[in-house]
């Protein structure tokens, strides 16, 4: 066996691709450095788990690769992984997600870094496993039990899928914290251009250390006051961590000052750090009388038909948001207040709760749930305020 | 001879987080024992372990504060995810020396899926498997491996529903080292969980324990002495045993069947994993 050697694929493939979302999702995640990936196939982000089966133990840098039994024993095991001072990451649809809830709590309180992408499709239940939807950002937020926020970022386009990706590991890395990524069916199967840069042309970010207490991400170095140095496994700390309200030395303890402390930490290290975060692409609104917000696939519509109302002479806009959690809201409220909006989603509700409550003024909805991307028509018509 | 009142330091204290003490344990509780001779294990086998590699993983319950008590790298994970945690680990970092220990309920309850999936796969990671026949730390309740007729606060005439004989199912699912011992049998324990620590594969130990709060109590053990006095005329050392017949029944007129089991040597998930991926695809 000694004789046999391994001929190892290269990690990254640098240069233009013409793939899919899913692909680009699964190549980001070899380029930012990902180790472990434990999943279960769940249509329709199977695709994620397929391309890396075939291509993470294969690597220069091998990883490991498990296909578990069912995802909460994927999202744990992406946590124990994480333990080791290794990148790791979990990729499913709704379905998946709300099992994978338990673990997302563990890893919010644990501080773990990792990456969850959802590629969402429609609910609930089995509902629409090929169709998309965009009926998680709620669960996204608001999934697990208890108070927690997780960096939720979501691509429309397939570069963006590889970008976020990135992203969404550095951001992981920097602040300790899950990270999400949501995409959708749309996404996952939709091939485009896109191009991975060269590996000394992007950031990447790893988490600090007792050694290395200072990192610093996008020029800002991250404060260790709010993202503790992390001890991990095989280390020689003897390091512990537990899902009980616990010190900062990891250890448990239920006392009132302790916990409070700790969960305003939590909460505070992510809303500081939320300018490094993706931020909203901002098209034609600010002469805008009408502007539409919207998130995902179903961005590209809306842009399609903000671009029909501006031939038509309509002052249209496009509000889209690219991290969805923590919410941008000041921006938001600078941005769009007094202006008329139309909240546009592949959901009966969802994305309109934060923009009524930011914005503290009616907004129009298209809640769209005919598991495929609103037509542009339809949102055309909205705009011009014919149905 | 005067025998002095306090001692400073225990032999085994550089293993233990002695600032954590003391520990949430109830008199009579054999997870004390449990303990003690994991602890000699990793001295005895720190000539070829060094401490260093050895992690702890537990889940909820009683026998999940292990992992907060035990001075090597440690994680007290969620309810019946202690396995899924350590696969983990293991396969991220191969020269760590895994070990889950948790209890019953856990491990074979909300778990159980986990735990038969770890062994089918002959993964490498020791899972000591303390039965205490009963949901300690939530007051009582009957779990997977309660004896049927065993009283709990949720069968309180009697447990209706049949036990998994642990042995029995592990060796179905795959597990290639399963033994079987009660906190009486500290010495066999230990050695056994050395055995663990040097077998490359699924390790399976399970550890009956005396609940005296949970179950004790309820089913005829007043104590933990009761139990382990119990433990001591019907434990029946059987190593070739079927293992159908590896019950529990926890009866006073029954035998409790204990030893090592199986020892098998087929090749561990990581030894096969290795094999397939240098011959690009070829079975071993």
Request: one cysteine or more; proline letters at 6%; charged letters at 20%.
């Amino acid at each position: 066996m000694s004789e046999n050697k391994l001929v190892e694929e290269p990690r990254v493939l640098a240069g233009p691709q013409f793939n899919s979302g899913n692909f680009a999702v699964a190549e980001a995640a070899l380029f930012a450095g990902l180790h472990g990936y434990f999943g279960y196939p769940i249509t329709p982000s199977t695709t994620i788990m397929e391309r890396l089966a075939s291509r993470l133990p294969y690597v220069e840098k091998p990883g490991a690769f498990l296909q578990a039994e069912d995802e909460i024993a994927s999202i744990t095991a992406v946590i124990g992984c994480s333990w080791t001072r290794n990148k790791a990451m979990t990729a499913t649809s709704g379905p998946g997600f709300s099992l994978m809830q338990e673990g997302i709590g563990l890893a919010t309180f644990t501080e773990t870094p990792l990456v969850v992408v959802n590629v969402m499709r429609g609910g609930p239940s089995t509902g629409l496993p090929t169709f998309p939807a965009q009926q998680e950002l709620m669960q996204a937020h608001f999934g697990s039990h208890g108070d927690y926020m997780v960096p939720t970022f979501a691509p429309n386009n397939v570069q963006e899928c590889f970008d976020l990706t990135i992203e969404a590991f550095n951001a992981s890395e920097a602040l300790r914290t899950p990270v999400f990524v949501l995409t959708d069916q749309i996404l996952s199967t939709l091939k485009e251009r896109f191009l991975i840069p060269k590996k000394e042309n992007i950031e990447l970010v790893n988490r600090s250390s007792p050694d290395n207490p200072h990192i610093t991400w996008k020029g800002e170095t991250i404060s260790s006051n709010l993202v503790l140095p992390m001890n991990c496994f095989g280390e020689e700390s003897k390091a512990f961590a537990t899902g009980l309200s616990h010190d900062d030395t990891g250890h448990v303890d239920l006392s009132a000052d302790t916990y409070e402390l700790l969960m305003n930490r939590l909460k505070e290290k992510i809303l500081t750090y939320q300018h490094l975060f993706p931020k909203p692409e901002k098209y034609l609104i600010d002469d805008a009388d009408t502007v539409v917000v919207a998130y995902g696939s179903t961005a590209r519509s809306a842009k399609y038909a903000v671009n029909s109302a501006r031939k038509k002479g309509i002052k249209a806009g496009l509000y889209r948001l690219r991290t969805i959690w923590p919410f941008p809201k000041d921006d938001i409220i600078q941005s769009l207040r007094g202006k008329r909006i139309i909240v546009v989603e592949m959901s009966s509700g969802q994305l309109i709760w934060p923009v009524e409550r930011y914005l503290k003024q009616d907004v129009e909805h298209i809640g769209y749930l005919r598991g495929s991307v609103p037509p542009p028509s339809l949102i055309r018509k909205k705009i011009e305020g014919v149905n | 001879m005067t025998l002095p009142m306090f001692v400073e330091t225990h032999p085994r204290d550089e293993l233990v987080r002695t600032e954590r003490l003391p520990h949430i344990w109830c008199p009579g509780c054999g997870l004390g024992n449990i303990l003690s001779g994991f602890t000699q294990a990793i001295i005895n086998s720190k000539g070829t372990i060094p401490i260093d590699n050895q992690v702890v993983v537990s889940g909820i319950g009683c026998s999940g504060r292990f992992a907060g008590y035990v001075k090597v790298d440690s994680y007290h994970t969620t309810h019946g995810r202690a396995i899924p945690f350590a696969t983990g680990l293991k396969l991220a970092n191969k020269k760590l020396n895994v070990s889950v220990i948790s209890g019953d309920g856990d491990l074979m309850t909300i778990g159980g899926n986990h735990l038969i999936h770890a062994a089918r796969r002959n993964i490498n990671l020791n899972v000591i498997f303390v039965n205490n026949f009963n949901y300690g730390m939530t007051g009582g309740q009957f779990g997977a491996t309660t004896p049927h007729g065993a009283i709990t606060t949720t069968s309180a005439k009697g447990n209706y529903e049949h036990p998994f004989s642990m042995p029995y199912l592990m060796a179905s699912a795959g597990a290639s080292y399963v033994a079987r011992w009660t906190t009486l049998h500290l010495k066999q324990l230990e050695k056994s969980i050395e055995n663990a620590f040097h077998h490359d594969g699924f390790s399976f130990i399970e550890v009956m324990s005396p609940c005296p709060k949970g179950f004790g109590r309820k089913n005829n053990f007043k104590t933990g002495l009761d139990q382990m006095r119990y433990f001591e005329s019907a434990s029946l050392k059987s190593d070739n045993i079927n293992l159908k017949e590896a019950t529990a029944s926890m009866k006073l007129l029954d035998n409790l069947p204990v030893g090592e089991f199986i020892i098998d040597n087929k090749p561990s998930y990581l030894k096969v994993k290795e094999a397939t991926i240098l011959n690009n695809g070829g079975r071993t």
